[in-house]
């Protein structure tokens, strides 16, 4: 994007400086030429005419090599100069994951609104929301280890098209098969399963109960 600004606003400068126009009309191209590509024209040394119209520019090029060197670089300014570089960058990286603890929390745990007014309940809520971080959390570094590229949201939107059902089949003695199953994993979930080292628990067994019973379960 830089090197394009630049380009683009060298060529403007040059048709500008042809142009024969008065000394505001000028200055008016010029300020258009600056907020259109304000990147490149910190690169340029630009000098006006104190008295004409004229003006000359010239490309900075200790600017540039300097932008150059910073790039790909992330800087952090801090007054605990007295720290080691290496123990900032810690704690600097350990403030990030809190505060996208805190956005988790906030997002996809729900922990917010609370609509309880007794302080047991608000408590309890809390824990178990902070519970739930945790399980993201470590799923978050499986995730990391096993299956880089895929973000805990993603994994939990794809284990949640498994379902369970009850299928109620009845008998011919006046009685109900209850089958408690889980619906089959798509393929792209196996995949996800095997990736993850996971297995997932077998099939429940079957149950015979009298066709009350089944009714009034």
Same mark, same amino acid.
């Given at each position: 994007?830089?090197?394009?600004?630049? =380009?683009?606003?060298? =060529?403007?400068?040059?048709?500008?400086?042809?142009m024969?126009?008065?000394?505001?009309?000028?200055?008016?191209?010029?300020? !258009?030429?600056?907020?259109? @590509?304000?990147? !490149?024209?910190?690169? #340029?040394?630009?000098?006006?005419?104190?008295?004409?119209?004229?003006?000359?520019?010239?490309?900075?090029?200790?600017?540039?090599? =300097?932008?150059?060197?910073?790039?790909?670089?992330?800087?952090?300014?801090?007054?605990?100069?007295?720290? %080691? +570089?290496?123990?900032?960058?810690?704690?600097?990286? *350990?403030?990030?994951?809190?505060?996208?603890?805190?956005?988790?929390? =906030?997002? %996809?745990?729900?922990?917010? +609104?609370?609509?309880?007014? %007794?302080?047991?309940?608000?408590?309890?809520?809390?824990?178990? @929301?902070?519970l739930?971080?945790? /399980? *993201?959390?470590? /799923?978050?570094?499986?995730?990391?280890?096993?299956? +880089?590229? #895929?973000?805990?949201?993603s !994994?939990?939107?794809?284990?949640?098209?498994?379902?369970?059902?009850?299928?109620?089949?009845?008998?011919?003695n006046?009685?109900?098969? /209850?089958?408690?199953?889980?619906?089959?994993?798509?393929?792209? /979930?196996?995949? #996800?399963?095997r990736?993850?080292?996971?297995?997932?628990? $077998?099939? +429940?067994? $079957?149950?015979?109960?009298?066709?009350?019973?089944?009714? @009034?379960?």
């Amino acid at each position: 994007m830089r090197r394009r600004q630049l =380009k683009w606003l060298w =060529k403007r400068l040059r048709e500008l400086a042809a142009m024969e126009i008065s000394r505001e009309e000028r200055l008016m191209k010029l300020g !258009a030429a600056r907020s259109r @590509a304000p990147t !490149a024209w910190r690169l #340029l040394d630009i000098e006006m005419d104190k008295q004409g119209s004229t003006f000359s520019y010239t490309l900075n090029r200790q600017k540039l090599c =300097k932008v150059r060197r910073r790039e790909g670089r992330y800087l952090l300014r801090t007054n605990l100069t007295e720290n %080691d +570089p290496a123990l900032l960058w810690q704690y600097y990286i *350990q403030l990030v994951a809190v505060e996208q603890a805190f956005k988790n929390l =906030k997002g %996809d745990l729900a922990i917010r +609104p609370v609509f309880h007014h %007794d302080e047991r309940r608000i408590e309890a809520h809390i824990f178990i @929301a902070f519970l739930a971080y945790c /399980l *993201q959390a470590t /799923l978050q570094r499986r995730l990391h280890a096993l299956a +880089p590229g #895929l973000t805990a949201r993603s !994994a939990l939107e794809k284990f949640a098209a498994v379902q369970m059902i009850d299928v109620h089949l009845p008998t011919t003695n006046g009685r109900e098969l /209850l089958l408690t199953r889980d619906t089959q994993p798509e393929p792209e /979930l196996q995949l #996800l399963i095997r990736q993850l080292k996971l297995q997932l628990p $077998p099939q +429940p067994p $079957p149950k015979i109960a009298t066709a009350a019973i089944a009714r @009034a379960t």
